[in-house]
Structure formats: C-alpha cells, structure tokens
C-alpha cells in the first residue's frame, strides 16, 4: 500500500498554510497601512495603537495572541490561536519589497492541526489579502 504525502505537513511544525499576494504600492506605505488601527482590525480583529512585545491580547471573536516578534517595516511573529482551538499556531506577516513599486504582503501560519485546519486558514488569510487590496492598499 503506498502512503501519500499530506498536502502541507512538515516534519518538525504540523501543517502549514501560506498566501502571499503582490500589490502595486511601495514597502513603506504597505507596512504603515496593514499595520495601521484599521489595516489590524482587518487581519487580527482587534485595532490597535501600538503593538508591544510580549502582550496577550484577545480579538472580539475571542482569538488570543501574543506578539513574540515586531521588525517594524519587515515582518511580526504571533503565537496565535483561534477561540475553538486547543494548541497554539505560529503565524507570520511579512511586507516584502518586490521590483517595479510593488511589493508582497505574506501570511504564513504553522502548527495547524491536519489539513482541514490548514484548508480552513488558507481560505481565512486569501480573504483577508482580497479585503486589505480593496479597503487598505
């Protein structure tokens, strides 16, 4: 009998999910907009004035997280679980510059339980770069 592979698991951090899109705006004005009160309402669900290191903090839909890593224009790391969840996830933004004025916005998540979690923040994170393209950037 011949075992596949499963779609996005990894042999050290579960399954993994990740989504990048590039938009046409400069590294700097990406940063400031995703990370601006309105820009995190829409990708964590919860606006904030200032992102410190180190805090809990819990969106309305009751998803907790923890910042462990903030390079300001660069990228954050969450400890990151959704309120149905029992484990923590590990998720990653990245702004990344690209040529021609453009740049990438990149979400990348590990520690996902199998794959229908994996499936489930794919769809998540696509609809969250489709919303910060059409309300954001």
């Not at 907790?64 to 679980?81: C, D, E, G, Q």
């Amino acid at each position: 009998m011949e075992v596949l592979k499963e779609t996005g698991k990894t042999k050290s951090a579960g399954f993994l999910a990740g989504i990048r899109r590039t938009f046409l705006t400069t590294k700097n004005k990406a940063w400031e907009q995703v990370f601006s009160p309105e820009g995190l309402l829409i990708w964590l669900g919860l606006s904030l004035e200032n992102v410190a290191l180190n805090c809990d903090y819990t969106n309305p839909s009751g998803d907790t997280f923890t910042v462990k890593v903030f390079r300001p224009y660069s990228h954050i790391r969450l400890r990151w679980r959704r309120k149905d969840w029992t484990h923590n996830s590990t998720l990653q933004v990245r702004i990344i510059e690209a040529t021609d004025n453009k740049t990438t916005i990149s979400f990348h998540q590990e520690n996902l339980d199998d794959e229908q979690q994996r499936e489930e923040m794919l769809a998540h994170w696509k609809k969250v770069l489709k919303y910060l393209e059409q309300v954001v950037l």
